[in-house]
């Protein structure tokens, strides 16, 4: 399948290289291509500037936002929550017309230092993975995947003690299906459908007690289960 991940971080840089290795034609979006080609810097979490990154998988193609949107079948969205209407915008609207958009992204207030606030509100709308899709209503938006840390996506065995869930939200039956079975390709079993684009709203706000785990556990891999 050909798969744009739009955005250059810890997510983008895992979620390709992943998804590379299950033999899907990967294009990473981002601004400046050659200014991101060139980016040796360890970024925030320590993870490898994304030239250094991209050396070490050269062949993955990079491209900007727009021109990673039209080469992708399936789009990931992996770029920062509170500018992501912006990378979608750059993407552009026709090239993301019916496409599949999986939503990875957590809208986070980081203005005010570590650990960073949750941006969003629990109003009908205020949820990002529902502005996204009013933003962009031919857009086929399924929030997936945004509840654990990059490596726990693309490996779930990591996660010691058993299988842990990942929830899907999203309007459109078909586009979850794709989403579905990608998630199957990685290794997911537990894969819960809690409804329409409006249930993310409640799935962005589990952030606030993920940041909580975190300065607990620290880089010990741990995701959410689901007991039923
Ligand atoms: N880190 C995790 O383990 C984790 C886990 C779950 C969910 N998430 C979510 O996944 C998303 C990606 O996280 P991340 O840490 O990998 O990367 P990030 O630093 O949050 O985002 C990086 C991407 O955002 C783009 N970006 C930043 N400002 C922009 C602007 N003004 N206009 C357009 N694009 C802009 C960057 O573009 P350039 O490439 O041009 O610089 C880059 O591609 C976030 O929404 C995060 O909350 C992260």
Redesign the pocket.
């Known amino acids: 399948m050909k798969i744009a991940i739009l955005?250059?971080?810890?997510?983008?840089q895992t979620v390709a290289t992943a998804l590379a290795a299950k033999g899907h034609e990967i294009i990473v979006g981002?601004?400046?291509p050659v200014k991101?080609k060139a980016a040796a810097e360890p970024n925030k979490?320590g993870m490898p500037g994304f030239g250094t990154w991209h050396q070490a998988n050269q062949g993955i193609r990079v491209g900007t936002f727009a021109e990673a949107a039209a080469f992708g079948e399936v789009v990931f969205n992996?770029?920062?929550?509170g500018?992501t209407l912006?990378?979608l915008g750059?993407a552009g609207r026709d090239n993301l017309a019916a496409k599949v958009l999986v939503d990875?992204?957590?809208d986070?207030d980081f203005s005010k230092g570590m650990p960073p606030t949750l941006a969003v509100r629990d109003e009908a709308g205020a949820g990002l993975g529902e502005r996204i899709q009013a933003a962009f209503p031919n857009v086929r938006v399924v929030k997936a995947l945004?509840t654990?840390?990059?490596f726990v996506m693309v490996n779930p065995a990591i996660v010691a003690g058993g299988e842990s869930t990942v929830f899907l939200s999203g309007d459109d039956a078909a586009a979850k299906t794709v989403v579905h079975g990608i998630l199957q390709s990685l290794g997911w079993t537990d894969i819960l459908d809690l409804g329409g684009i409006a249930t993310s709203r409640g799935v962005e706000m589990l952030l606030p007690i993920w940041l909580s785990l975190f300065g607990v556990l620290g880089q010990k891999p741990y995701n959410f289960k689901v007991v039923r």
């Open positions: 955005g250059t971080g810890m997510v983008g981002t601004r400046d991101s979490y992996a770029s920062n929550g500018t912006e990378t750059l990875l992204s957590n986070l945004s654990m840390s990059a």
